[in-house]
């Protein structure tokens, strides 16, 4: 089965620190980029940050240097978020695009929910 299995959701308080991973499975050929979108309470989807082969990463104006994205290999991504804030509280989606020529699509994951509270 292609999917893409994401961990390191939790609850952590104001000013701590999470690193969310995804892994996709071995089916999984030819991906490009892989990255995380979030979706906050009453708000619509948004890009947190991604990395595309051979490209530097890419992240959100709302990161601001306390997130970093990062690859240890073709089918895995990481993200570390440091200095939280409440309004970070989303659930996490991780996604590729993978694929050749008339196969390449977007994939996701199934979301990992990120609570920032005290």
């Known amino acids: 089965q292609i999917q893409l299995v994401e961990s390191g959701g939790g609850l952590v308080q104001p000013g701590g620190a999470l690193r969310l991973s995804c892994a996709a499975s071995?089916?999984?050929?030819?991906?490009?980029?892989m990255g995380w979108y979030r979706q906050r309470p009453g708000n619509q989807g948004e890009l947190v940050a991604d990395?595309?082969?051979?490209?530097?990463p890419n992240y959100a104006d709302f990161v601001n240097g306390r997130f970093t994205i990062s690859r240890d290999n073709a089918k895995t991504v990481d993200l570390q978020m440091n200095n939280l804030k409440p309004e970070a509280t989303a659930v996490y989606y991780c996604?590729?695009?993978?694929?050749?020529?008339?196969?390449?699509?977007?994939?996701w994951g199934q979301g990992t929910q990120v609570t920032v509270s005290s």
């Open positions: 996604y590729s695009i993978a694929g050749f020529l008339t196969t390449k699509r977007t994939f």
């Open positions: 071995e089916g999984m050929r030819g991906i490009q980029t």
């Open positions: 990395v595309t082969n051979g490209r530097s």
